[in-house]
């Protein structure tokens, strides 16, 4: 919410001067964080879109894909021996159950350091399609989505811009409060204005309308984010391994995702795996472990039915794993995610994770991801897209209000004027340092511009006309 212009007032109603100074204030906040944050939530939008299309027309991993049903629902453990023969010297990772009967069963298949989804006919083991698990459109923007193809930099920018636009929300619904008429009076665009008064009208309602909903996205977002997310909140949030009834693997759940794409649900990334009963001095129990049909029986009699993903056991003292969770598209109900171990030998369940094993603030993460990757259902789908498309619109407006705000020739940045002094210094102070303690890389931001203001723009007259 780029709102670029001080409403026109009646003299008898024109604020005080704290609270004109204090309105200068948030504008220049607003205006200076909109510099950063504008192009990271035009790639975010758009990543996101694309990546919430793709799942919609034929899924992350191709599983839309339509078969024609027979009589007979061929063996699993026959489905994988054909889609390992489509993939030399492949190892099967996991099995991901049909969503309907006329859906193809995909295994992932891993080919060295290279990941490959096959789907494949359940009623006649046919290969129907071959992809790379990290190949795909939806994979790039993925990798766009989650760290810019920057790796941890691109990772901490992106977190600098989400912790950002919580203050562009913030000063731009400060902007927005009606200070001489009723919220609702408000709420709806004046389509009389013209020129840059329609511009800024519809900037202005169009960011009141999506504020609350992009504070969702902000927080899910960030709560995977780097600094923020995984060493803050999610650390006090994670489930806690010690209800696991088995020994601990030192490998987190984290363990199981696959690059930047997310396959376990938020609350146990970092909660440790369990582990396998390999009997004493390391030597496997029984003769023979569980089949890939037994453990397909065993998801069944745990009331597994549909989609669901199977994971097989990573090393001799591995664990099968059964999962269902709206985050993987496995299921419209967040509220049914589950996540069972079982040891490889014996077969029995050494975990059983569900909804509400999770906590708090692991429950919200878990509706909350759902809701902003669309999985809800179809209205789910239209207002994410509806809300990925006015993102776009506030920023384009964002940046034709300050074109059409900015002296014609002047080369300068045209930035709100600063107030000279204000009272109210000391709660704009107090705000600055909330968000610092909140979303501590945009309080290091923040800090890192106050200090660059006062050391070197201070001193540098000609840099600050151009910057002002």
């Not at 309105?23 to 205006?31: G, K, Q």
């Not at 440790?272 to 004493?280: A, E, T």
């Not at 906590?359 to 999985?375: C, K, L, R, T």
């Not at 979303?439 to 002002?468: E, N």
Request: charged share 20%; proline share 5%; glycine share 8%.
């Amino acid at each position: 919410m780029t709102d670029t212009s001080i409403p026109s007032m009646q003299d008898s109603e024109k604020p005080t001067h704290n609270a004109r100074s204090f309105y200068l204030t948030a504008w220049r906040w607003h205006f200076y964080a909109a510099l950063y944050v504008i192009p990271f939530l035009m790639i975010l939008a758009i990543s996101g879109l694309t990546m919430l299309w793709i799942s919609v027309l034929s899924g992350r991993d191709g599983e839309w894909i339509e078969v024609q049903p027979q009589a007979q629902v061929l063996p699993v453990s026959e489905l994988g021996v054909a889609a390992l023969a489509a993939v030399p010297e492949g190892e099967l990772r996991s099995y991901i159950a049909p969503r309907a009967d006329d859906l193809v069963a995909l295994f992932r298949v891993d080919q060295g350091s290279e990941a490959k989804m096959v789907a494949v006919n359940p009623y006649t083991a046919e290969i129907v399609n071959q992809m790379s698990r990290r190949g795909g459109l939806y994979d790039l923007a993925n990798d766009i989505h989650g760290t810019l193809l920057l790796g941890t930099t691109g990772d901490r920018l992106i977190e600098i811009a989400a912790s950002l636009t919580m203050v562009l929300i913030a000063t731009g619904l400060y902007l927005w409060w009606p200070r001489d008429r009723s919220v609702t009076s408000v709420l709806l665009p004046d389509l009389r204005a013209r020129g840059r008064a329609l511009w800024r009208t519809l900037h202005i309602t169009t960011g009141v309308w999506i504020s609350l909903v992009l504070v969702v996205f902000l927080v899910s977002g960030l709560s995977w984010s780097g600094i923020w997310g995984e060493k803050l909140v999610q650390a006090w949030s994670t489930f806690p391994a010690e209800k696991f009834d088995a020994p601990l693997s030192e490998d987190v759940h984290a363990s199981m995702n696959h690059g930047t794409r997310k396959d376990v649900p938020w609350v146990l990334e970092q909660t440790r795996m369990p582990l396998s009963d390999v009997g004493v001095d390391g030597a496997a129990r029984p003769d023979r472990p569980v089949s890939l049909d037994e453990a397909v029986g065993i998801a069944a009699s745990l009331g597994f039915e549909n989609r669901y993903q199977l994971s097989f056991p990573s090393g001799a003292d591995g664990v099968w794993t059964i999962s269902r969770d709206s985050m993987s598209n496995d299921s419209s109900d967040p509220t049914s995610d589950r996540t069972v171990h079982v040891d490889q030998y014996s077969g029995a369940p050494l975990a059983d994770v569900r909804f509400e094993d999770y906590s708090v603030y692991g429950q919200a993460m878990a509706v909350g991801i759902a809701f902003h990757e669309g999985d809800l259902g179809i209205w789910n789908i239209a207002l994410n897209t509806l809300v990925c498309l006015s993102v776009i619109f506030l920023s384009v407006s964002g940046v034709v209000l300050w074109w059409k705000r900015r002296p014609a020739k002047a080369l300068r940045l045209a930035a709100p004027p600063q107030p000279k002094a204000t009272a109210l210094w000391q709660g704009a102070l107090l705000i600055g340092f909330a968000i610092s303690m909140m979303f501590p890389l945009a309080g290091l931001t923040l800090l890192t511009v106050l200090a660059a203001d006062y050391l070197v723009l201070s001193r540098i007259p000609a840099l600050r006309r151009v910057l002002s």
